[in-house]
């Protein structure tokens, strides 16, 4: 190998990131090597620091400081602790967090069902998502898995378990992506468009 | 903001690294999140590491491990010290080393000349170039800049400062790109294709 030991070690490094492959960490590499000595400083403790701080919400499974401690959605006064989401993973509340349209909590299970790769129900902590609904405060369960065969699994499984426990189970909409093409969407979108119909008042649609 | 301080900061410093957007920072960090604590530390490591040790090689400008040290590719006693293919860019070395056909060595510039950014000749360095050809050893000069405005102008300009110091010096070919189709290339790359073509000879092209 041409390059120094160290910078072999750092391609190596960078080139383990999703996403980033044999060239693109070359390039970050090479970058890095041009930076600010303290940039790269910064970075380093950035990546130490989040990484030993960083723990799961232990109410919703989101993202907290600390081990035990508690999200900043979770502990917001203002959101309305009667609408509970869930959803599969922390992105999925960083999405719907940027619509600014949701108001309630979430509930994070970190996984789908996926019997193939031999995750079953009891890998979803579902003994935390009862604790949560105890308290009778939580009216609606909004089952935000991915609309794929481990979420549309998730959903159905959570729907059964969920039945019976005083709260109203709804699953999110699938249809036609806005500003999309109806005859570039597959056909199990366009199923599901159909199945979910609703129908159109003057200004608007009923829900 | 949703996110703890830790992480938001993580998402920030990822998010300054070329090529990473905003939605790339933040799934390179929650990977990250998810990450075994031990690697995190190791990426962390190779960064600062890399950083304090590489420097620029003493002889030719690539990377090296030291300040004051020299290269694996200037070391190497197999490159033949005859011929000198000067680039913009250490990753220009690579890209040449990647090809495996080359065995003579390299002077890194480091840039090219630039008039708009207020680059001159004096920002090339070429008082280490001066020195290296010194020792009369070098036979041939390869001028590898960039076929773009400012590569083509430092060219022209190091083939001016290159004459009268008895070496051959020699621009790499400009061209239509391997694989590429003749009617996909723009005027300016066919002119040079034109202008650079090379009598046929049976069973190749003469030099």
Redesign the interface.
């Known amino acids: 190998?041409?390059?120094?030991?160290?910078?072999v070690?750092?391609i190596?490094?960078?080139g383990?990131?999703?996403?980033v492959g044999p060239k693109?960490a070359?390039?970050?590499?090479?970058?890095?090597?041009r930076?600010d000595?303290a940039?790269?400083?910064?970075?380093?403790?950035?990546?130490?620091?989040?990484?030993?701080?960083?723990a799961s919400c232990a109410e919703c499974g989101?993202?907290?400081?600390g081990e035990g401690g508690v999200?900043?959605?979770c502990r917001d006064p203002r959101r309305d602790r009667g609408l509970m989401c869930v959803v599969e993973d922390?992105?999925d509340?960083?999405a719907l967090?940027a619509t600014h349209e949701y108001r309630g909590l979430y509930h994070v299970l970190g996984r789908a069902l996926s019997p193939i790769d031999g995750v079953g129900p009891e890998a979803l902590g579902l003994d935390r998502l009862a604790r949560r609904l105890e308290g009778g405060e939580v009216r609606e369960v909004i089952l935000a898995t991915d609309p794929d065969v481990e979420g549309e699994a998730t959903a159905m499984f959570l729907s059964h378990w969920l039945s019976g426990r005083g709260v109203r189970v709804t699953r999110i909409a699938r249809g036609l992506p806005m500003g999309g093409d109806l005859d570039y969407a597959d056909a199990l979108t366009l199923v599901r468009a159909l199945e979910g119909r609703q129908e159109m008042r003057e200004g608007g649609v009923s829900g």
């Open positions: 190998m041409i390059y120094p030991q160290s910078l070690r750092l190596d490094e960078l383990r990131l999703p996403g693109s070359q390039r970050l590499a090479f970058h890095l090597l930076s000595r940039a790269v400083d910064r970075l380093a403790a950035a990546l130490v620091d989040a990484r030993a701080r960083i989101f993202f907290a400081e999200c900043a959605l922390p992105k509340v960083a967090e």
